[in-house]
Structures are given as C-alpha cells and as structure tokens.
C-alpha cells in the first residue's frame, strides 16, 4: 500500500513538472522567435530585453550573462541605444542588489542614471529612484532609501499609477524597518488600491507579503493568524503558479514566520527549508541570511541546539559577507564619485552652455546686422515704388484736371449756346403760341360762318368761307411746329411725367404738356380737332391713369411736377 502511494507520489509529481516544463518552453519558444524574426535591431534589443526579464524571474545567472550579450550587441547597432543600454545598467544593478553586492549595483544604477537624466526619460527615473531607495534600506541608510523613494513619487507627476504603487510599497518598507508602523500602513494600503485599482496582481500579491509581516508584528502568540496564514497561502500559490521565484521565496518566509508565531515548528521548518533552498537558487543573500536565523529559532524551540548554532554561524557569515565595513566604504566612495561626475557634468554642460549663448549672441548680432540691411533696401525700394506711383498719380490728376477743365469750358460754350437757343426758341413759341391763339380765334368765327351759311342775312359769303379755309390749312402747319418746341421746352417735365408714370401713352403726354403750358379744355380741342367733350373723357381716364383721386386737380398736379 505504501508503494502503491509512493508511484502515484510521484507519477503526479512528473505529471505536474511536465506540465510546467511545457508551459515554460512555450513561453521561450515564443520569445525566442519574436526575436528570430524582428525586423530591426531595435526590435530585436526589445526582445532580447523580455526574454532577460523572463529569465530574472527563474534564473539570475542566465538573466546576468544575456545582459553582457546584449551590452555588445548594442555597440554593432544603427540607432540610439542609450535608452536600451541604460536599462541593462538598471537591471544589472537589480542583480546586484539581490545578491548583495551593493557597490556593484550602485555603480551600475549611477551609469544607467545618467543616461537617463541625459535623454531626459521621467518614466524610466522613476523606476531607478525606486530602485536605488530599496537598495539603500537593504543597506539599513533609511534616510537615503525614503529620499530616493520620495523622488521618485515627486517627478511622478502624471501619474504612472503601476510604478507610483510600487514607489508607495517600498516606502513603506523603509517606515517599517525605522518602526514607523503607522506611516508604513498607510503607504502600504494606498499601494495596495492602487494595484487593485489597475488589476496588477503581481504587485498586489507582493504588497500581501509585505502586509502579513506587518500584521505579524502586532499580533501576540495567542491571537488568530488564521487571516494571515489564508493571505499567504494564496500569495504562495500565486507565485508558484506564476514560477517567480523571486516574490515565491518571500512567500514563504511568511509561512514560516506565521509557523513560526504559532508554534507549529515542524511546519516552520520545512518552509524554512523551501525559503533557503529558492533564496540560493536566486542568490539573494539578505533573505537566505534572515531564514537561517529564523531556522535557527525553530531549532532552538524544538531542542536542536546543534543545528540551531550551526544555522545562526551560516546567518553570521552571510550577513558580513553582505554588509562588511569595506562594502560601505566602496559605497560612499561610490557616492563621492557619482556626485564629483553629477557636478562635472554639471560644469561642462554649464561651460558648453555659455558657448553656446555666446555663439547664439554672435549669430543673433549678425541676423541683426544682416536683417538692417535687408530692412534698409526694402525701405529704399518700397520708398521708390511709393514716389513712382504717386508721381504717376500726380500726372494723371493732372492730365485728368487739364481734360475737365477743357471739357467745362466746352459745356460752357454748349450751355451759352443752348440758353441762346432757348431764349430764340421761347420767343418763337410766344410768338407762335400768339399766331395759335389768333388761328383759333380764326378757326371759331369759321365754325361760326359755316353756321351761319345757310342765313345770308349775316352777310357771310361763301368766297369769304373759302378763304378761311385756305388760310386754316396754312395754320395747320404751324401746328405742327408748336407741338415740338412745347416738347422741347417741356423736356424736364416730360422725363419726370414718363418716369413716374412709365404707363402713358402718346396721347396722354401730349394733354400733360398742353395742361402744363397753360391751354384751356377748349383751347386743346382746338389744337387737337375734337370735341370739348372727348377732352374731357381724356383727363377723367388720365387722372385714373396717375391714380388721383375725385378730389384732386388734374391740372395742379401737372403743374407740380
């Protein structure tokens, strides 16, 4: 029965390693490609960089000696690689840290700092403060940790929520470690929302770590850690099922920490165990050293004094081989240099700054000179187009004042003329307006005779009749002259008369002028040879025609116009 339980131990074991194991290739397999098949070298230096973070998860060898690999290839590449090339700087320092070589990963941070500062890259300055703040509370200089982090929440001002969250969660870590446990809290929740907020489960699952230790601080051997232990459990198995081995190993120093309050030894102990064992495989020494003085305690509990000294002299190795006088010297050597290269470069970007003020200067001297002179032919050209044109202008006021001064002269003369013609053409039609009157006066004793014809007693002989007649026709003639000098002198009125009333006729026109001359309703019969009756037909469909009404004059308002 025992064997039986032992094959399928380990059947599921292969069972699940191999599922894993698939899982793992395919995700090689396809940044492997992505790679294989980029078509530029910056899109190959990218997924180059991918397949280093996936393997600084699971491998820090493989991760460290793909970094070198890339550092060359960057030398042999046709664009700007200094954001690219400050990245590995970046995770080289991560590396590092984790393995305890802090001079290392300071060096490495300071050389990816000032490419960054130099292609001024803000997103990329806000992870690197936050990674060199968690580098010095590794170091135990807090006050140095919290500065770095509160610059990298301070340039933050977008904000990058993921890289502000985590800013927030390594802060907190620095307030713990000084016993600031409100503070800590505090930071420790706003990251906490912030990765809940934007659904990244990895910084919310190591958040959780960080939460449990907190808690386990204030908890007593005799309160619940049922929360606590649910909590890290499930963070565990995140990260086991996520093959981070990095976050995975903290997991579990929580187990045993929670274990370990409880007095459940044995079971401290094997996570314990796991902690040490992932802490080597990753070499991150700080965490390794911690659990071999846990492991320590739990031997001590359980009355393994041996192996409890020989677990806390490994703890005792570890931590000078971590923290060593030399080690604090080379840093603050480290931070010397960093800060005599930050104020050198300072001074030659100063220096090459006033260079270039002064060579600004002289070119802006020399536009200026240059833009004078421009200035200058373009007042002098504009200045000649302007006395051109307006000398031009002159002569055409001139030659046009000469032309009206000769044209009014003619109208002179024309309008001389014209009043000498008007003068002799009213005398004409005085005259003719009096051999009218005469003609009519003729005209009526005619009709009269010829009433009288048939009464001889009147002494009216028909010889007498046949003379008039003769002379009428003569008469008539002059008629004829009379009507076209009255349209003559009439020439305004009539304008005036066909542009107010466009609607009348020949006819019409004619009476207008008689009435406007002065004739009588008889006297225009006359001249027309009609009835006094028809004229007076006449004026009524006039005065309709110029839309007067029963009350108005025809001939005052003929004479009006």
């Known amino acids: 029965m025992r064997s039986l339980k032992v094959i399928i131990y380990f059947s599921a074991l292969f069972f699940v390693t191999g599922i894993l194991g698939q899982e793992t290739d395919t995700i090689l397999v396809r940044l492997k490609k992505n790679i294989a098949v980029a078509k530029n070298d910056s899109l190959k230096i990218i997924h180059y960089l991918r397949l280093n973070k996936y393997y600084h998860a699971r491998d820090l060898y493989k991760a460290e000696n793909l970094l070198s690999e890339i550092l060359i290839m960057l030398d042999t590449v046709d664009y700007d690689a200094r954001r690219h090339r400050a990245q590995i700087y ?24 000032a490419l960054y500062e130099e292609i001024n890259d803000t997103e990329k300055l806000i992870n690197l403060y936050t990674n060199i703040g968690n580098l010095y509370n590794y170091q135990y200089d807090y006050k140095t940790g919290a500065k770095y982090l509160k610059k990298s929440i301070q340039i933050n001002t977008k904000p990058i929520k993921e890289s ?25 929740e706003k990251a906490r929302a912030i990765f809940k907020e ?125 923290y060593t006088d030399k080690k604090s010297k080379e840093i603050r050597e480290i931070e010397m240099a960093g800060e005599f290269e930050k104020k050198k470069m300072k001074d030659s970007i100063l220096y090459v700054k006033q260079k270039e003020i002064l060579v600004l200067e002289k070119e802006k001297t020399q536009a200026q000179n240059e833009l004078l002179v421009l200035l200058s032919v373009l ?14 202008k002159w002569r055409r006021e001139q030659a046009m004042g ?15 003329v014209l009043n000498s013609d008007k003068e002799k053409l009213s005398g004409e039609v005085n005259q003719l307006l009096t051999e009218t009157l005469i003609h009519l006066r003729t005209k009526e004793k005619l009709a009269e005779d010829l009433a009288k014809l048939s009464n001889e007693k009147e002494g009216v002989t028909l010889k007498g009749i046949i003379a008039d007649l003769k002379a009428d026709k003569l ?82 308002y003929i004479q009006s116009l």
């Open 90 to 113: 970046s995770r080289r320092g991560i590396i590092a840290r984790v393995r305890g070589d802090y001079p290392k990963a300071l060096r490495n941070y300071n050389k990816a700092n």
């Open 164 to 188: 502000l969250g985590i800013s927030y969660r390594l802060l907190a870590g620095n307030f713990e470690s000084r016993e600031m446990k409100d503070s800590a809290l505090y930071y420790l």
């Open 198 to 322: 934007i659904n990244v489960k990895i910084e919310y699952y190591a958040s959780n770590i960080q939460f449990v230790r907190y808690c386990l601080l204030e908890l007593d051997e005799t309160a619940s850690h049922d929360h606590l232990l649910a909590m890290a459990k499930e963070t565990t198995a995140y990260f086991k099922k996520k093959q981070h081995k990095h976050y995975l190993s903290e997991s579990y120093y929580d187990l045993v920490k929670i274990n370990f309050n409880t007095k459940n030894y044995a079971l401290a102990e094997k996570y314990a165990d796991t902690t040490i064992r992932l802490a080597n495989q990753i070499q991150k020494k700080h965490l390794e050293s911690m659990t071999y003085k846990l492991r320590s305690q739990i031997y001590e509990k359980q009355g393994k004094l041996s192996k409890a000294l020989v677990d806390y002299k490994a703890y005792e190795k570890m931590q000078k081989e971590i």
């Open 379 to 392: 007042g002098v050209l504009l200045a000649f187009f302007v006395i051109r044109r307006l000398w031009r």
């Open 402 to 416: 000469q032309q009206i001064e000769k044209e009014l002269k003619q109208s002179h003369k024309e309008i001389s």
């Open 475 to 556: 008469e008539d003639a002059k008629i004829v002259v009379l009507k076209k000098n009255i349209e003559t002198l009439n020439y305004e009125f009539l304008q005036t008369l066909k542009l107010k009333h466009p609607g009348l006729t020949k006819t019409d026109i004619e009476i207008c002028s008689f009435i406007k001359i002065g004739f009588s309703r008889t006297e225009i019969a006359n001249l027309r040879k009609t009835s006094i009756d028809a004229i007076k037909s006449t004026r009524y469909r006039l005065k309709k025609k110029l839309k007067l009404t029963s009350e108005d004059s025809l001939d005052v």
